[in-house]
């Protein structure tokens, strides 16, 4: 059963963001409810609590973003989001859920926003601002997807053509897109899909196998000391043997990671030097 909720727009001269909310639990969309109802510029189109009576409201009205759960009965909110992504002007998308277990699959499906239950002011504002920016650019979010698409497009070609190795990296985490230079990544470690890019004080999550990256980084820079692990050369500090061909090597900001007995002759060959 769905629940549906239209205040009445008192900003009649300028316009407003609209809104749905999509949670099987009441006070869920009673929270959201709240919190939305003390910003200005936004509308509140409906609520529903499945994603069967959200899905049939969006396919005859126009939303601007869904604020959407993901654990739900029968259909969960990544389905939707899924579906929605297609789209070529897709609705903006935050995830508001108790469970921080989806948030890779949350970036897959594009999702602006990913806020954890329950969500402070701050946090939820910001997320609201990153909604209006797009929103106000009169962008549509496919739109900001394909020229960040087209930004990594051009920078690998750049690299191909101009024997340049890549100097940053445009790294898209859920909500967020940022530039992390090469300089600043201190070793990088392989997720399935994704590559771990270890700065000084953060890990960020991006979207490329640790293989394609190593194609486009100055050799002279980083070393393979595993299948699973790249090194800023400058990083190496200490090798040891932990057991029968297994190394532990331990980098000057003070992480160790796990060298392979293939690469432990190039390894060593660095401290020799």
Request: glycine share 4%.
């Amino acid at each position: 059963m769905s629940s549906m909720y239209t205040p009445i727009d008192v900003t009649t001269n300028r316009a407003t963001n609209r809104a749905i909310i999509v949670d099987d639990e009441e006070p869920g969309r009673v929270m959201l409810r709240y919190a939305l109802s003390a910003q200005m510029n936004w509308t509140i189109l409906g609520e529903f609590s499945n994603v069967a009576s959200a899905r049939e409201f969006l396919n005859a009205h126009e939303v601007d973003v869904i604020f959407l759960d993901i654990q739900m009965p029968k259909e969960n909110g990544i389905g939707l989001a899924r579906s929605l992504s297609n789209l070529d002007k897709p609705p903006l998308i935050i995830f508001v859920t108790a469970f921080n277990a989806h948030a890779i699959e949350a970036f897959e499906v594009h999702a602006l926003d990913y806020l954890l239950k329950p969500f402070n002011t701050l946090r939820f504002i910001q997320a609201l601002a990153r909604a209006d920016e797009i929103l106000t650019e009169r962008r549509g979010y496919a739109e900001v997807l394909r020229s960040y698409a087209h930004r990594e497009e051009q920078a690998a070609k750049s690299v191909a053509g101009n024997n340049q190795y890549l100097q940053q990296i445009i790294a898209r985490s859920v909500g967020e897109m940022e530039c992390i230079p090469i300089s600043e990544v201190l070793w990088m470690s392989s997720a399935s899909n994704y590559v771990e890019l270890h700065l000084e004080k953060r890990v960020v999550l991006h979207r490329m196998t640790l293989s394609a990256i190593e194609k486009l980084i100055n050799p002279q820079d980083f070393i393979r000391v595993h299948r699973t692990t790249l090194v800023r050369i400058d990083q190496m500090q200490q090798i040891k043997v932990v057991g029968d061909g297994t190394y532990s090597l331990t980098l000057v900001c003070g992480a160790q990671v796990a060298v392979s007995e293939r690469h432990i002759p190039q390894v060593r060959g660095f401290f020799k030097a």
